[in-house]
C-alpha cells in the first residue's frame, strides 16, 4: 500500500524539510493529507492521473517523512510551506487538492500566496470554519464533543491510536476494514507524534478560512467533494455561503481511497468543465 518511487526534500525553513513525490508529466496537480497522514493515501490518485499529469503528492510539516517541528503545527504555515513549495517548483496553472485539514493547507495557501498560480482547486470533506455558533453551519461537531475528543485521546500515543481506529472505521470508510487496512490507516496517522497532532487538530477546530475559500472560488474553479454521512448539511451550507463553489457527494470521509474509480472520475469530469 505505499508508492514506490523514492521522493524528495525541499527545506522551507531552516532545519525543516518537506517531503515530496512527483509523478507524471503535464499540468501539475498537487495533493495534500489530512491531519497527521501521508504520502502514501494518495496511491490511486498516482496511479490513475500520473499517466496524463505531473502529480506531485507532499507530506505537510510534522506529518509522514517530513521534519517533525515543536512550532509551526498550524495550517497558516503549512500554507506558507506550501507557497514555498510551489516557488520551488515553479508551479504554475496548478490544480490544489486537499484532503480534510489538507483543505486547510489549501486555503492557508492561498492566505499567503493567492490564486495566480492555480487553474482549479478541490476540497475533499472539510468545513473552511470546523466549528460555529450557528446551528445550520457545517462542522466538525458540537464543541463538546470536539473538546473531549481532544481531552480523552489526544494526550497519549494509545490515545491517538484508539482515536485514529474510531474515526477509520466510524467515519472514514463505509465497509469492513481488513486488519491490514486498519494497521496501515493507524501507522500512517502514528508518525505524527500526539503532541504535534494534538495541536494540529486544535487549530483546525478554531481556524475560519471562510475569506480564503470566498476568494479561490471567485478566482478559479472550485469543487468540495463531500463525504455522504452529512451531505445534505455541507451542501445547503456551501451554496449559501460560497455559491460558486461546485459540490459532489461520495461514500466516507476517504472516498478517494476506498471509490478511487469513482472519485478519479468526478474529479476528471471537474477538470474537463474548463
Known amino acids: 500500500m505505499t508508492t514506490a518511487a523514492p521522493g524528495t526534500y525541499l527545506e522551507v ?14 499540468q501539475p496537480l498537487v495533493f495534500v493529507p489530512g491531519w497527521t497522514f501521508t504520502t502514501e493515501v494518495f496511491q490511486h490518485q498516482v496511479a490513475h492521473f500520473a499517466q ?12 509522514g517523512r517530513s521534519s517533525k517541528t515543536v512550532h509551526g503545527n498550524d495550517y497558516a504555515t503549512h500554507g506558507a510551506d506550501l507557497a514555498r513549495l510551489f516557488a520551488a517548483l515553479d508551479l504554475r496553472d496548478a490544480v490544489l487538492i486537499g484532503w480534510s485539514t ?14 495566480g498560480a492555480l487553474r482549479a482547486a478541490v476540497g475533499i470533506d472539510m468545513s473552511p470554519r470546523p466549528l460555529s455558533v450557528n446551528a445550520d453551519d457545517w462542522v466538525e ?4 464533543e ?35 487496512e486498519l ?10 507524534p500526539h503532541y504535534l497532532a494534538s495541536a494540529l487538530f486544535a487549530d483546525a477546530m478554531f481556524c475560519d478560512y471562510s475569506a480564503e475559500l470566498q476568494a479561490l472560488s471567485e478566482a478559479v474553479p472550485t469543487l468540495y467533494v463531500l463525504a455522504e454521512h452529512w451531505a445534505g448539511t455541507a451542501t445547503a451550507f456551501l451554496g449559501r455561503a460560497f455559491p460558486r463553489v461546485q459540490t459532489a457527494v461520495l461514500g466516507g470521509h476517504m472516498m478517494f481511497w476506498e471509490h478511487p474509480e469513482r472519485f478519479n472520475a468526478t474529479i476528471e469530469a471537474f477538470l474537463a468543465q474548463r
Open 52 to 63: 496524463t499529469y505531473r502529480v506531485i503528492v507532499v507530506d505537510p510539516r510534522s506529518q
Open 146 to 180: 470536539i473538546a473531549g475528543a481532544w481531552r480523552s485521546f489526544l494526550r497519549s500515543p494509545q490515545g491517538q491510536r484508539d482515536f485514529i481506529t474510531y474515526y477509520a472505521t466510524e467515519v472514514m470508510v463505509q465497509r469492513e476494514l481488513s486488519p491490514a
Open 183 to 192: 494497521d496501515w490507516i493507524v501507522r500512517q496517522s502514528l508518525t505524527t
Open 102 to 115: 489538507g483543505t486547510l493547507d489549501m486555503l492557508g495557501y492561498v492566505q499567503h500566496a493567492g490564486t
Open 13 to 26: 525553513a531552516p532545519g525543516v524539510e518537506l517531503y515530496y513525490e512527483e509523478h507524471g508529466a503535464g
Open 141 to 144: 461537531g458540537p464543541l463538546e
